[in-house]
Nanobody, 123 residues
Framework: QVQLVESGGGLVQAGGSLRLSCAAS?????????MGWFRQAPGQEREFVAAMIGSGGSTYYADSVKGRFTISRDNAKNTVYLQMNSLKPEDTAVYYC???????????????WGQGTQVTVSS
């Protein structure tokens, strides 16, 4: 398994930006992991936000964040990022980083999860 630590959450006004980071540590090469971001708002189920395949770098986004959020990674730093622009109050949630060793990016394939970081967008 890989250990994941998120950072970068906080309080921002609507229309603002935040960049989340997720640092990974483990025995396997980070570049082989598919990395994902998920979020969970109070009283709601966890939902997919974005994913990036390790090999090839293909990216996938939820429709609700397309054009506003960008997932990226620095394999030399074992870190994945989520740049969030044009934030909306409905983006308020705890954001979780997740990792899967392989190319599958379905939620059920992610076996390692971070502790989460709170993002609050005020109107």
């Amino acid at each position: 398994q890989v250990q994941l630590v998120e950072s970068g959450g906080g309080l921002v006004q609507a229309g603002g930006s935040l960049r989340l980071s997720c640092a990974a540590s483990g025995r396997r090469a980070f570049s082989w992991y598919t990395m994902g971001w998920f979020r969970q708002a109070p009283g709601q189920e966890r939902e997919f936000v974005a994913a990036m395949i390790g090999s090839g770098g293909s990216t996938y986004y939820a429709d609700s964040v397309k054009g506003r959020f960008t997932i990226s990674r620095d394999n030399a730093k074992n870190t994945v990022y989520l740049q969030m622009n044009s934030l909306k109050p409905e983006d308020t949630a705890v954001y979780y980083c997740a990792a899967h060793y392989g190319s599958n990016w379905s939620e059920t394939s992610f076996g390692s999860w971070g502790q989460g970081t709170q993002v609050t967008v005020s109107s």
